[in-house]
T-cell receptor, first 111, second 114 residues
Framework: SQQGEEDPQALSIQEGENATMNCSYKTSINNLQWYRQNSGRGLVHLILIRSNEREKHSGRLRVTLDTSKKSSSLLITASRAADTASYFCATDAKGNEKLTFGTGTRLTIIP | DTGVSQDPRHKITKRGQNVTFRCDPISEHNRLYWYRQTLGQGPEFLTYFQNEAQLEKSRLLSDRFSAERPKGSFSTLEIQRTEQGDSAMYLC????????????FGSGTQLSVL
């Protein structure tokens, strides 16, 4: 079963614009992570935010977490064509030993 | 290359045949996961190992599926009597466990059951 849902399901923007993706989840978590997947490939870890953190930055990535709303957002600034991929949130739920992934957002950057 | 490797990358089989996939994790990682992903969906958990011990299996995993990690190193996932509904990408991931566990994924095995 999928723990999280990403919104939107698909997003197309012009190169250089910012892209924002949202994730909602259902249970209490230890942390929330974002992964990227290029077509036909495995997933690559991007960034992790702990349940006691509200915002985290890594390069052009900014993640926010609102545990009261059980939601997170991923912002990619100054997008590039190479950012074209699917993005998944994954939650490490309390009492669970495995990551549970959302349904993903397909991001297309138009050159 | 010291990443997670999976073999084969693609497998086409006929319904009713058995298939086996292999995963070689990052050598120092003690945890190994199998996930299944269908088109347009996120990965769904199947099973995971801590060293050679299989600690959890998803209820999604029918008795036609079996996974092993005999010496706590590589792992195999076998599907017996394949069905068309088994067509999917099978992803392996490894990690060192612990707090703030992050998964390192292989490129997956794409299974097509005809």
């Amino acid at each position: 079963s999928q723990q999280g849902e990403e919104d939107p399901q698909a997003l197309s923007i012009q190169e250089g614009e910012n892209a924002t993706m949202n994730c909602s989840y259902k249970t209490s978590i230890n942390n929330l992570q974002w992964y990227r997947q290029n077509s036909g490939r495995g997933l690559v870890h991007l960034i992790l935010i702990r349940s006691n953190e509200r915002e985290k930055h890594s390069g052009r990535l900014r993640v926010t977490l609102d545990t009261s709303k059980k939601s997170s957002s991923l912002l990619i600034t100054a997008s590039r064509a190479a950012d074209t991929a699917s993005y998944f949130c994954a939650t490490d739920a309390k009492g669970n030993e495995k990551l549970t992934f959302g349904t993903g957002t397909r991001l297309t950057i138009i050159p | 290359d010291t990443g997670v490797s999976q073999d084969p990358r693609h497998k086409i089989t006929k319904r009713g045949q058995n298939v086996t996939f292999r995963c070689d994790p990052i050598s120092e990682h003690n945890r190994l996961y199998w996930y299944r992903q269908t088109l347009g969906q996120g990965p769904e958990f199947l099973t995971y190992f801590q060293n050679e011990a299989q600690l959890e299996k998803s209820r999604l995993l029918s008795d036609r599926f079996s996974a092993e990690r005999p010496k706590g190193s590589f792992s195999t996932l076998e599907i017996q009597r394949t069905e068309q509904g088994d067509s999917a990408m099978y992803l392996c991931a490894s990690s060192s466990g612990g707090e703030d566990e992050k998964l390192f994924f292989g490129s997956g095995t794409q299974l097509s059951v005809l």
